[in-house]
């Protein structure tokens, strides 16, 4: 790109909120974006992870603050979105992408894990985002949301009823904002990262288990895992204005797993 050229990818200067970004690809998409010339909220349940990605941002030269936030709660989601307007001096989008994962087959599953899958992966994500069209739209500014949903929204996996169930919301959530808040310039898109080097919290043993791999491998496309940096790409395409006619649409990132 030449110097006096204005790549329509371009975030530096830009201010966002990446959520469950303590660790996993949250983490990973923090400080990519970062290194991008983003400021960032690293926001999360457990502070102390925020605290460390926060400062491995700020070591290199970028700007972060942690924030520690249950995005269960809506009084914190409107915390998290205030603070970070209010440090920053402007607030231009936020990747929605904290989640629990439930490997449990549908027969065993308790109402009680079902309606803790909801509201960890779903009304959760619902919360934030209505937080930040408030925001938004008292401010009249434009804003750019991306939720981290999965190709388990599409595809129907063993033992992920729940899980699936609750990704299928958040594309549909995707649609929904998406044509409410289009007038507003408000935009919300979804990514479905399929397999990932790095599995949830508490299922890694399931995916990542040699023998477990030997047999998803030949099934996906690309022959192997996702890197967590493969899914910037994606990531900063819905952030900036390079998708700045692209609001509802969800984005498989899952080496043709889904294709076949
Ligand atoms: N990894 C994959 O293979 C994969 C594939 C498809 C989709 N995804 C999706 O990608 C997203 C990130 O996955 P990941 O693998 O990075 O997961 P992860 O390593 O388990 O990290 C999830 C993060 O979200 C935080 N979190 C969970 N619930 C929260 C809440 N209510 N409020 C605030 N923070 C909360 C966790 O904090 P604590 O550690 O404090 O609980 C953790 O930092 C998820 O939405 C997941 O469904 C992942």
């Excluded at 960890?120 to 739209?137: A, D, K, P, Q, V």
């Excluded at 169930?165 to 958040?170: E, L």
Aim: glycine share 12%.
């Amino acid at each position: 790109m030449a110097d006096d050229q204005v790549s329509v990818f371009d975030i530096r200067g830009r201010a966002y909120i990446v959520t469950g970004a303590g660790r996993g690809i949250g983490a990973e998409l923090a400080n990519g974006l970062a290194e991008a010339g983003a400021a960032i909220a690293v926001a999360g349940r457990t502070g102390a992870d925020c605290e460390k990605v926060a400062a491995s941002i700020a070591a290199k030269g970028g700007r972060a603050i942690a924030v520690g936030f249950d995005a269960r709660d809506e009084a914190q989601c409107a915390e998290l979105v205030t603070r970070a307007a209010a440090t920053f001096g402007q607030l231009d989008g936020a990747v929605i992408n904290h989640g629990i994962g439930l490997h449990r087959d549908a027969l065993d599953t308790t109402r009680e894990e079902f309606a803790a899958m909801l509201d960890g992966n779903l009304t959760s994500y619902f919360l934030m985002c209505r937080e930040l069209g408030r925001h938004w739209i008292a401010a009249k500014q434009p804003g750019a949301i991306v939720l981290m949903s999965s190709n388990a929204s599409i595809l129907s996996y063993g033992e992920l009823a729940a899980y699936g169930v609750s990704k299928a919301g958040v594309d549909q959530l995707a649609r929904q904002l998406g044509a409410e808040w289009a007038r507003h310039g408000i935009r919300v898109n979804a990514i479905g990262p399929g397999y990932m080097a790095a599995s949830m919290k508490g299922i890694e043993s399931i995916y990542d288990a040699p023998e477990v791999k030997a047999k998803i491998l030949p099934k996906i496309p690309a022959g192997r895992y996702g890197a967590l940096r493969e899914l910037l790409g994606a990531t900063q395409f819905f952030l900036s204005d390079a998708s700045s006619y692209a609001t509802g649409q969800y984005l498989a990132v899952d080496g043709g797993y889904s294709l076949i």
